[in-house]
């Protein structure tokens, strides 16, 4: 991991409360679930065109759903890869 990761985690680590610990602490899930990503990438589509669509036109709401579009996409294609090279 990079030095920046590091140190990052080192200072967020010191404000992380004892409840949610375990949370933060936990590993990252092995699976990646295709109904679930590809819901997630389409109701990104359909928020992103609504937030151009209404006014004010929400600029904000427009930025986050269209990363979460691109986050979702990048995973499925992930998956897809995973799954043509298994």
Known sequence: ??????????????????PIRPLWNHPAVETISTSQTLSLAVTGMI???????????NYSLFAVNIVVVFINCYQ?????????AV
Do not use: C, E, H, N
Not at 5 to 12: D, E, G, L, M, P
Not at 47 to 57: G, N
Not at 76 to 84: D, G, P, V
């Open 1 to 18: 991991m990079s030095k920046i990761y590091r140190t990052i985690i080192a200072v967020a680590d010191r404000f992380v409360p004892g």
């Open 47 to 57: 928020w992103s065109r609504y937030s151009l669509v209404i006014v004010p036109k």
């Open 76 to 84: 499925l294609a992930r998956l897809y890869s995973y799954q043509k």
